[in-house]
């Protein structure tokens, strides 16, 4: 059984920087990519980004790109989300998931089957 675990959260300082890890455990991986999603306590999940496992073809949403990226050490499988400029409204519940095929759209998360448990990001001075 495949499980993902972030980690890399905490309490920064608007303007720093955060970076967050996921990493893979288990016998076999054989999804076709993994992706970000952050989540605020009574909102929906929201898209952030996400990686093809195979080529590590990046994305990030337009509102985030310029702060946020994203890479992975396909050997040790871990997948990272770097974050510069943090400001308050970054503020969430951060996590991971691994999407099995290119089939649908990869910001949607019903297209994913398995998530980590998140790992919270606080930005406050």
């Known amino acids: 059984q495949v499980q993902l675990v972030e980690s890399g959260g905490g309490l920064v300082q608007p303007g720093g920087s955060l970076t967050l890890s996921c990493s893979v455990s288990g016998q076999t991986f054989n999804a076709y990519g993994m992706g970000w999603f952050r989540q605020t306590l009574g909102k929906e999940r929201e898209f952030v980004g996400g990686?093809?496992?195979?080529?590590?073809?990046?994305y990030v949403v337009d509102s985030l790109k310029d702060r946020f990226t994203i890479s992975r050490d396909s050997v040790k499988k871990i997948m990272f989300l770097q974050m510069n400029r943090l400001k308050i409204e970054d503020t969430a519940v951060y996590f991971c998931a691994a999407r099995p095929s290119r089939t649908g759209s990869f910001g949607l998360p019903d297209v994913y089957d398995t998530w980590g448990r998140g790992t919270q990001v606080t930005v406050s001075s």
């Open positions: 990686i093809t496992w195979s080529a590590g073809a990046t």
